[in-house]
């Protein structure tokens, strides 16, 4: 089965707010992404707004005609915001304000009570819910309680031994990942992967049996830099076949 591509357009937007202008816009390479054939749009809605902004999520709601995939803290405030612009599918992800990216996966082991009135909610608007955790047991057991519907699982630990040539922790990653992936299955949970994908490390996760899709953002903005955005996310595409 070929696995499904979410493109992230986060970074777009990044761009867009080094100068708080109007342009690079992430809805319109949305719209690209979408035309080059990618299976969903993903943005992540962070409480400090630096990048994705209201505004964004609500043209995205109205043009994107794959997924949209929401990322929010499991706040409040994001709780009305999602309900009112109702993305097909949200991602409940940590959120830390000094870090440069999302670093690690949400403990959702330590907050089920919480966690689940959150997902009782989404889902009674109609709304997909999937939870961004490390592949260990206790997560994906957690995930199952709270009542989601999709794990996501983070391959940050992986993409950086990628970049490190450490083989041992790389299998290591894989083989947590690929155990996790059939422990969701048992579960009835269907399972996402994300975070410090590339186009040189994709390939093995892509291959886990069990993970439907995966979510990428930094590299395929960056390639779009230099090689366009439709060829930036057909080149993913072909790397997922
Ligand atoms: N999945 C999740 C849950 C994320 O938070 C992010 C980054 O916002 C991604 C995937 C995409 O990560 P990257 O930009 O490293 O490809």
Known sequence: MTVKLGVN????????????IREPDPVTAALIAELAGCNGITAHLREDKRHIQDRDIR?????????????????????QFATNVQPDMVTLVPENR???TTEEG????????????????????????????????????????????????????????????SMQEVDREISAIADMAVLARKYGLRAFAGH??????????????????VNVGHSIVGRSVFVGMEKAVKEMLELLK
């Open 9 to 20: 357009v986060d970074h777009i937007a990044t761009i867009r707010e080094a100068r708080k």
């Open 59 to 79: 043209l995205l709601r109205g043009t994107v005609t794959t997924k949209l995939n929401l990322k929010i803290a499991p706040t409040n405030e994001m709780l």
């Open 98 to 100: 000094q870090e440069i």
């Open 106 to 165: 949400l403990n959702v082991a330590a907050k089920i009570d919480d966690l689940a009135k959150f997902v009782m909610t989404l889902k009674s608007n109609d709304i997909a819910v999937s939870v961004f955790i490390e592949p260990e047991t206790e997560q994906v057991k957690a995930a199952k309680k709270i009542g989601a519907d999709f794990v996501e699982f983070n391959t940050g630990k992986y993409a950086a031994a990628c970049d490190l040539g």
């Open 196 to 213: 410090g994908l590339n186009y040189r490390n994709i390939a093995a996760i892509a291959s886990i049996e069990g993970i439907e899709e």
